[in-house]
Structures are given as structure tokens and as C-alpha cells.
């Protein structure tokens, strides 16, 4: 069973590569094949792509080392140097495989090599599938603050293949479901009881992940859609990532680091404290995910990072929460007390 939604200038695909991908590809004419990997997904993914594609330009592979802590400048300079080694030329087709570091930082380079070479995401990871391949958002990290230095830009394709889930640890396929949930939130009430109300999941087979991942998918096409840069409703997005993205940055250089998942769940549930739907979103989240406490002592560095936030207008730390109806919203500004106060619920939970 395969499903293609429609980006206005880009295609989703969700099913099986060896149904979307050689069709797609067939109809292009690309002189150069430029594969992006981490050492994750040249081990559990790139045997799968390579086999489920078909015939294709033989491809440089480039690997970089994975994790948040290197999507930074310098490995930029790594993959710049690679397709400078490997003579890409402006009629090459970059492709993204892995989770969401790896689409926002290949996504980047393409999008600035010689002024912009076409790319795809393959997303390997739920919440790349579901949220970070989607929309154009490309970007790295600088100085330890999320995604500061980016550009806007679309994949020519997008393609979700449920297959790519099952190479997947526990921890991280979880992490994938914080943003399928917030997709429901903002926007798809029935997405909500397409999901198990607490983890486990059930074991889905292809057609259920497929189903899932469409109706995530379009929630957000829905807003990107109407929004592309990020103007006015896409600020909806970021619901759970004005503390999430405080949250992980906090987190990073911590012997756990929180995933990019467990940071906005918590986000939500400190965030939803402001909201109307506050109950329905604190027990679905705490059922999915552990709790980590919020030393207090880090409240001021949080504070920090949050005054970062890309969202925040004239020094005020901005959020955008989910409003009555589905797609409909209200930008709050929060002092240092609300933050506390918030912290301190998610805190209290447990």
C-alpha cells in the first residue's frame, strides 16, 4: 500500500522504496548520485536503500559521525569537502539517509553547494518520517544553540518507508511518537486514536505504520502548505519546542542526553500547563515516556537558552499553543516565574 501527498514544490512518498523510488528516479536526469550517511545508517539502512532501489548512477557515499553533538559547522566542512573530492556538479541529486540530523544538516549543505543542488530525504527514524523531512527546514547547530544557522528549502522528494523502522532501538523509535502526538494535538483529533494510549506499541505491520505516518504527515503538510516561512501558523509546529529545544540543548552535554522526542514531551506537557488541553496531553505523554527530572539548578541556564528561541520578538520568549479547534492557536509570552512555575509542574508529576 503505498500514499503520495503533494508539497507544492515536492512530493511525499510513504511505502516501500522499491514501489516509489525507481519510478520517481526513472523519470529525472541526474548526472551524480551523492549519498549522506552516519555510521548508524551505512550499517542498518544503506544495505536496504541500496537493495530496494534498483539501478542507479553508482553513488558516493559520504559518512559522517552521528549525533546532535556533530551537526555543527565543522562536519558541514566534512560533506562540503566530500562533494568537492567527488566533483558534484549543479545536476546532481543529494540523499539524505537517516534520522533527522542528517536531513536537516545534508538538507543544509545541498541547499548552499554552488548555490543549491536538488536533494531527497529518506528519512530512517519516526520522527524524521513524521516531522523534520517534511517542510524545508534545514539547518545546524552553533555555539550550542538548535538549528540558529539554516535556510529554508525543499526537498525535490520526500520518501517514508516503514521498513526503516525496524532497524530501529526502542528508545528512538519512542522518541519518534512525541511529535506524531503533538501532530495530533494541534491538528488530526482522529490521528489520536490511531495511536496505542500507552507503550508498548503493538507491533504494526506495514500497512498500519503506513496508515500512521500519513495522517502525521499530512497534518503537517496541511501547515507548511499555508505557511511556508514560518510567518504565522507554522509557529504552531513549535508547540513543546520553546522548553524542548532548551531541554536538549541543556541535556547535551549530560552522561544521558534527553532525545529530541523525550525534550519536546516534556516541552508539551510544561507548555500545555498554559493550555485548555493540558490533562489529555500530560496523560498520554506521561504513559509513553519516563520522567526525567529538572534539576532547579538548571533553571537559569534553561531561562537562557529559551531567550534564544527563534520565535521570541523584541526579548520576549514567545510560545505558540494549540487553541480550541484543530489548526487554530494562540502565541503566548512567558516571564522566568512561568517557566519555574512550568518546570515545577512537570517536576510534580511523579
Same mark, same amino acid.
Given at each position: 500500500?503505498?500514499?503520495?501527498?503533494?508539497?507544492?514544490?515536492?512530493?511525499?512518498?510513504?511505502?516501500?522504496?522499491?514501489?516509489?523510488?525507481?519510478?520517481?528516479?526513472?523519470?529525472?536526469h541526474?548526472?551524480?548520485?551523492?549519498?549522506?550517511v552516519?555510521?548508524h545508517?551505512?550499517?542498518?539502512?544503506?544495505?536496504?536503500?541500496l537493495?530496494?532501489?534498483?539501478?542507479?548512477p553508482?553513488?558516493?557515499?559520504?559518512?559522517?559521525?552521528?549525533?546532535?553533538?556533530?551537526?555543527?559547522?565543522?562536519?558541514?566542512?566534512?560533506?562540503?569537502?566530500?562533494?568537492?573530492n567527488a566533483k558534484l556538479?549543479?545536476?546532481?541529486l543529494?540523499v539524505?539517509?537517516?534520522?533527522?540530523v542528517?536531513?536537516?544538516?545534508?538538507?543544509f549543505?545541498?541547499?548552499?553547494?554552488?548555490?543549491?543542488v536538488?536533494f531527497i530525504?529518506?528519512?530512517?527514524?519516526?520522527?524524521?518520517?513524521?516531522?523534520?523531512?517534511?517542510?524545508?527546514?534545514l539547518?545546524?547547530?552553533?555555539?550550542?544553540?538548535k538549528?540558529?544557522?539554516?535556510?529554508?528549502?525543499?526537498p525535490?522528494?520526500?520518501?517514508?518507508?516503514?521498513?526503516?523502522?525496524?532497524?530501529?532501538p526502542?528508545?528512538?523509535l519512542?522518541?519518534?511518537?512525541?511529535?506524531?502526538?503533538?501532530?495530533?494535538?494541534i491538528?488530526?483529533?482522529?490521528l489520536?486514536?490511531?495511536?496505542?494510549?500507552?507503550?508498548p506499541?503493538?507491533?504494526?505491520?506495514?500497512?498500519?505504520w503506513?496508515?500512521l =505516518?500519513?495522517?502525521?504527515? @499530512? !497534518?503537517? /503538510?496541511?501547515?507548511?502548505?499555508d505557511?511556508? #516561512?514560518?510567518?504565522? %501558523?507554522?509557529?504552531?509546529?513549535?508547540?513543546?519546542?520553546?522548553?524542548?529545544?532548551?531541554?536538549?540543548?541543556?541535556?547535551l552535554?549530560?552522561?544521558?542526553? =534527553?532525545t529530541?522526542?523525550? @525534550? !519536546?514531551? /516534556?516541552g508539551?506537557?510544561?507548555?500545555?500547563? #498554559?493550555?485548555n488541553? %493540558?490533562d489529555e496531553?500530560t496523560?498520554?505523554?506521561?504513559?509513553y515516556?519516563?520522567?526525567?527530572?529538572i534539576?532547579?539548578s538548571?533553571f537559569?541556564?534553561?531561562?537562557k537558552?529559551m531567550?534564544?528561541?527563534?520565535?521570541?520578538s523584541?526579548?520576549?520568549v514567545?510560545?505558540?499553543?494549540?487553541?480550541?479547534?484543530?489548526?487554530?492557536m494562540?502565541?503566548v509570552?512567558?516571564?522566568?516565574?512561568?517557566?519555574?512555575r512550568?518546570l515545577?509542574?512537570?517536576?510534580g508529576?511523579?
Amino acid at each position: 500500500m503505498e500514499q503520495h501527498l503533494q508539497l507544492p514544490n515536492s512530493h511525499v512518498f510513504v511505502g516501500s522504496l522499491s514501489e516509489t523510488f525507481s519510478d520517481w528516479f526513472n523519470r529525472q536526469h541526474y548526472s551524480q548520485v551523492f549519498v549522506i550517511v552516519d555510521e548508524h545508517t551505512e550499517s542498518f539502512c544503506l544495505p536496504i536503500f541500496l537493495e530496494q532501489i534498483g539501478k542507479i548512477p553508482a553513488p558516493v557515499i559520504a559518512k559522517v559521525p552521528a549525533g546532535e553533538a556533530h551537526k555543527n559547522t565543522a562536519t558541514c566542512e566534512t560533506i562540503w569537502q566530500w562533494m568537492l573530492n567527488a566533483k558534484l556538479d549543479r545536476n546532481a541529486l543529494v540523499v539524505n539517509l537517516g534520522g533527522g540530523v542528517i536531513g536537516d544538516m545534508g538538507g543544509f549543505c545541498a541547499a548552499t553547494w554552488k548555490r543549491g543542488v536538488d536533494f531527497i530525504q529518506v528519512p530512517t527514524t519516526l520522527l524524521a518520517m513524521t516531522d523534520a523531512a517534511i517542510g524545508g527546514k534545514l539547518g545546524v547547530d552553533f555555539h550550542g544553540i538548535k538549528n540558529i544557522i539554516g535556510v529554508f528549502k525543499e526537498p525535490v522528494a520526500v520518501f517514508a518507508d516503514p521498513v526503516f523502522l525496524k532497524t530501529l532501538p526502542e528508545r528512538t523509535l519512542k522518541s519518534g511518537f512525541a511529535e506524531v502526538i503533538k501532530h495530533a494535538v494541534i491538528g488530526d483529533p482522529e490521528l489520536w486514536t490511531l495511536m496505542p494510549p500507552k507503550w508498548p506499541s503493538p507491533n504494526y505491520s506495514t500497512d498500519q505504520w503506513i496508515q500512521l =505516518l500519513h495522517a502525521s504527515i @499530512a !497534518v503537517k /503538510i496541511s501547515i507548511v502548505t499555508d505557511d511556508p #516561512l514560518e510567518k504565522g %501558523r507554522r509557529m504552531l509546529l513549535n508547540f513543546g519546542h520553546t522548553f524542548g529545544h532548551a531541554l536538549e540543548s541543556c541535556f547535551l552535554e549530560t552522561s544521558d542526553p =534527553l532525545t529530541h522526542g523525550e @525534550a !519536546v514531551a /516534556i516541552g508539551m506537557i510544561c507548555e500545555s500547563m #498554559l493550555s485548555n488541553k %493540558r490533562d489529555e496531553i500530560t496523560a498520554r505523554l506521561s504513559s509513553y515516556f519516563p520522567h526525567r527530572p529538572i534539576p532547579p539548578s538548571a533553571f537559569p541556564a534553561i531561562w537562557k537558552l529559551m531567550l534564544q528561541d527563534k520565535k521570541n520578538s523584541s526579548g520576549n520568549v514567545r510560545m505558540a499553543l494549540p487553541d480550541e479547534l484543530p489548526f487554530s492557536m494562540k502565541t503566548v509570552d512567558i516571564s522566568p516565574e512561568t517557566m519555574v512555575r512550568s518546570l515545577s509542574f512537570y517536576n510534580g508529576l511523579w
